[in-house]
């Protein structure tokens, strides 16, 4: 029993957490200036995404092996499910995405507790769609995601040199184990 109440407890403030990302509560600087993607498109950003680093939260704190996948929805809806794994127990919150504007431009609007969203946005995708950096409407956000769980020193540092370009403070980046 006690193990079905620490994993509802870690699976509750992950949900509460990651809602609190996508309800705009946040005292950064906004990444409105920074444009999200074009030519973007649904179906190759679908699937596996691994997270290589990103900004601290609450709602991450302490998860490693975390990754994200995409599908497209029935409703034309995107689905989200995010997973991790913290203390050694495996846990996942499942969201909705829907496109914010055109769909041709990667920002959509994400909400892990409906009835509220948040931005996501996608500042630099590979053309290959091996790796993806994203933001939300504040710097407060950023992450990089990768199709592998890791990703080669110079991919890395140039993605590194581009988050610091934009203003986000890439030395408070943490880098959760994917192996």
């Not at 509802?8 to 509460?16: D, K, Q, R, T």
């Amino acid at each position: 029993m006690k193990s079905i109440n620490f994993f509802a407890a870690v699976l509750n403030g992950f949900i509460m957490l990651a809602a609190g990302l996508f309800t705009g509560c946040s005292s950064g600087k906004s990444t409105g200036d920074i444009p999200a993607v074009d030519n973007f498109d649904l179906d190759r950003y679908s699937g596996a995404w691994y997270e290589i680093a990103r900004l601290p939260h609450r709602f991450e704190r302490g998860l490693d092996f975390v990754s994200a996948d995409y599908s497209l929805r029935d409703d034309g809806r995107i689905k989200v499910v995010n997973s991790g794994v913290k203390n050694g127990k495996p846990t996942s919150v499942t969201g909705v995405a829907e496109f914010k504007g055109n769909r041709n431009t990667g920002e959509l609007r994400v909400s892990f507790f409906r009835p509220f969203y948040g931005d996501y946005r996608i500042i630099l995708l590979e053309k290959d769609y091996s790796a993806a950096l994203v933001t939300s409407g504040t710097a407060d956000y950023f992450w990089i995601l990768a199709r592998q769980k890791e990703l080669p020193a110079e991919k890395l540092k140039s993605y590194l040199d581009f988050a610091r370009k934009h203003g986000f403070e890439v030395d408070k980046l943490e880098y959760p184990k994917q192996k």
